[in-house]
């Protein structure tokens, strides 16, 4: 039987701007109960004019996910009001691509701190209030697929993602919670804008090289089609499905492409240069 979201309370975590955004625009046409965990409270309210809740089904709770006493406060207040959470989306994430030998030691803890203990302070906070035929959503990354060059610690924050919701998903199927996990591509977000300013040379020609890059609308609609068909794997956009089934196929060769990939690109810039 497929999810219906129907008065269902669903969390949000970076539901302020991007994919979350997005989710919470289309789970509200679903009629799901939402609370929005953001840290912006301007973005959140503009995000309530966006919408118009005229039915009062959006809350807010401003929140940093890094922090898991705050995100306790807002498990505590609805577990005092027995509301059981029927769908926790975690979305909140950064991203800072840069080579390993020059990125600063706080900016790999902060990417791990937001998209790995994030995700894990949210799911520890709520996972008490849910029950049989919950839900819970993981976003990685395709970088949590494919270690791409420039995106050491990106991709770490992604993997660690991944392998935790794999376990996830093993210990808490026995108990009725569906535990799904996401690798969208590239999408145009804010993010990636401001992504696509850091990104080392080498690896803006690596990911140029991709030829379609998602909506926010896209993505969501695939992770919310996803839910439903009580997917645990959700892939957004033929590109990245093939793209997850081909290094699947290829095992240890995928090392051996990225190594082309990369020598291809260096001699790029290389002649790029001299011909600056």
């Known amino acids: 039987m497929k999810f219906n979201f129907k008065n269902k ?33 301007e973005k959140i309210l503009a995000v309530l004019r ?19 006493s705050d995100i306790k406060i807002l498990a505590d207040e609805l577990s005092q009001k027995n509301i059981v959470i029927d769908g926790l989306i975690n979305s909140a994430g950064v991203t800072h691509p840069e080579e390993f030998e020059s990125i600063q030691m706080d900016k790999i803890r902060w990417l791990m701190d937001v998209n790995y203990f994030g995700t894990v302070n949210c799911i520890k906070a709520f996972l008490p209030l849910m029950t049989s035929g919950s839900f819970i959503v993981n976003i990685s990354s395709m970088a949590g697929v494919i270690g791409l060059y420039g995106y050491s610690a990106y991709g770490a924050s992604k993997f660690a993602v991944r392998g935790f919701t794999d376990v996830l998903r093993s210990e808490l199927k ?26 080392p040379e080498i690896t803006k020609i690596i990911s140029g090289s991709a030829t379609s890059v998602l909506s926010a609308q896209k993505v969501s609609h695939e992770i919310i089609t996803g839910i439903k068909n009580r997917n645990y794997v959700i892939i957004p956009g033929a590109e990245s499905k093939f793209l997850y089934h081909l290094s699947n196929l290829l095992g240890p060769m995928t090392y051996k ?10 001699r790029q810039t290389t002649h790029k240069k001299r011909s600056d």
């Open 174 to 199: 026995p108990k009725g919670i569906q535990v799904s996990i996401v690798f969208p591509p590239d999408t145009d977000t804010p993010q990636l804008a401001y992504e696509n300013k850091f990104k």
């Open 9 to 41: 309370n669903i969390i949000i975590t970076g539901g302020s701007s991007g994919i979350g955004l997005a989710l919470v625009k289309e789970l509200y046409n679903l009629e799901a109960n939402i609370w929005i965990i953001a840290r912006d409270e």
């Open 257 to 266: 492409i990225m190594d082309l990939m990369v020598s291809r690109a260096m």
């Open 50 to 68: 966006q919408i118009n809740d005229e039915n009062h089904r959006i809350n807010y709770f401003l929140a940093d996910v890094q922090n898991f």
